[in-house]
């Protein structure tokens, strides 16, 4: 008798990560409600809370000053992008000596396939969650299933079920065979890929889990979702054989100009930074990535250089949320009068634009596609013929 073989894929997140290596740095936040997020005076948003501040009402992606108002005792730190690169590096060497099959999707989260191991996948969870702990210090949450997609929505799960006031580090195993079953009672949110508004969508039609979903035909979901309503039709069944790809470095994007003459018109240095937005964009599509980060370089007459980055809450490939992005963070270093020499616009944490199915979310269909025909114009006729008026709006959570 020959048993059908079913793949092991582990999804590991870490657990409040940037809160984490803060906590590392000083012990003694622990316990307390602390935040990573833009100070409120620049209108910067919450990227990361502890769990004693989401007790509180905090929540990532919340205004900062929001954040406060809600809970008047919470620590707000600025973070520090080095640091949480550097751990970032070495849980994803501890991971790689478990399997060569590890596929980095942010700065905090990876897929393993670990199909090859002798153990079951929960007994390999266990003892990654407790390695990462020991090596590095930091708490991690883990899903285990027979492919990516269920993985990721049992990290998601774990998480959603401890109601702790300290760091989750969920394991929950879905056992093959399982996966439509463990999937039907969650909220149709719970899928990979449906934020807000796809799952008022989702709601208004009617479903309100993903089991909802699975009683829709194809035909149905096209209708209502065009092509994504397809994958939705595979996905809420749990199905996905998407591989584990290997060597998915956390890239960065960007794209800077050094002014033939130094300058200090506003116009002329908006202007630019609207170019080079769209550039970088223009960069991340055909790569097919979303960043989550975007920075900003300033290099003034004197050669002293500048630069600021923000983490989004949803990582983007569009013009106008990396031109909007780049503006605001451009307000809070330049100063009026003084001439600029170079202007620059990065991206950084990259995450796979399929992975991350916000496609669903933003744009929306009709901008998608006026983003497609840009881009082929811009093949055609090279990068510069084609300037876009900045028309999408960011998204406002
Ligand atoms: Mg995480």
């Known amino acids: 008798m020959t048993a059908t073989r079913f793949r092991k894929i ?48 905090v929540r990532s992606a919340m205004p900062s000053g929001q954040a406060l108002r809600q809970c008047p005792q919470l620590i707000l730190l600025s973070g520090s992008y080095g640091d949480y690169s550097a751990k970032s590096h070495a849980v994803m060497d501890i991971l790689d000596q478990l399997t060569g099959l590890v596929e980095q999707i942010s700065i905090d989260e990876a897929f393993l396939d670990v199909s090859d191991l002798p153990q079951d996948g929960e007994t390999i969870a266990r003892k990654l ?17 027979s492919n990516k997609l269920v993985a990721k929505i049992a990290t998601n799960t774990g998480k959603t079920r401890s109601k702790g006031d300290s760091y989750p580090r969920a394991i929950l195993v879905v056992p093959p065979g399982k996966e439509a079953e463990f999937l ?30 699975t009683t829709r035909s194809k035909a149905e979901l096209e209708r209502l979702f065009g092509k994504y309503g397809l994958e939705l039709y595979d996905r809420a069944r749990g199905i996905d054989d998407r591989p584990v790809i290997l060597d998915r470095q956390v890239k960065s994007i960007s794209q ?11 116009t002329t240095l908006r202007r630019t930074l609207k170019d080079l937005s769209a ?3 223009y960069n991340l599509r055909q790569e097919g990535f979303c960043a989550r980060v975007v920075r900003i370089k300033i290099r003034w007459s004197d050669f002293s250089t500048h630069t600021r980055q923000v983490s989004l809450a949803q990582p983007t490939d569009q013009d106008g949320v990396i031109y909007s992005t780049v503006e605001t963070l451009f307000k809070t270093i330049w100063t009026s009068g003084k001439p600029v020499r170079l202007i620059g616009v990065g991206s950084a944490d990259l995450v796979e ?9 933003t744009p929306t269909e009709k901008e998608r596609r006026l983003l497609d025909a840009l881009d082929e ?6 990068k510069q013929a084609v300037r876009r008026a900045i028309k999408i709006k960011p998204r406002d959570d």
Not at 188 to 210: D, F, Q, R, Y
Not at 353 to 361: A, D, G, N, P
Request: proline content about 6%; charged content about 20%; overall charge negative.
């Open 353 to 361: 634009t399929s992975h991350q199915m916000t496609l669903w979310e």
């Open 377 to 382: 114009l811009r093949e055609k006729y090279g």
């Open 184 to 213: 039907a009672p969650l909220p149709a949110k719970a899928m990979w890929g449906v934020g807000p508004k796809m799952e008022t969508s989702l709601v208004n039609a009617g479903m309100h889990t993903i089991g909802d979903i």
């Open 279 to 281: 550039h970088v964009a």
């Open 129 to 145: 969650q407790a390695d990462v702990l020991a090596n590095i210090g930091l708490p991690c949450s883990i899903g285990v299933a």
């Open 256 to 266: 800077e100009t050094t002014f033939s003459k130094d300058t200090a018109d506003l």
């Open 10 to 57: 582990l999804h590991l997140d870490l657990d409040a990560f940037f809160c984490a290596v803060e906590e590392l740095k000083d012990p003694s936040l622990d316990g307390k409600a602390f935040a990573v997020g833009g100070k409120p005076e620049h209108r910067g948003v919450i990227s990361s809370c502890s769990y004693p501040a989401r007790k509180c009402g």
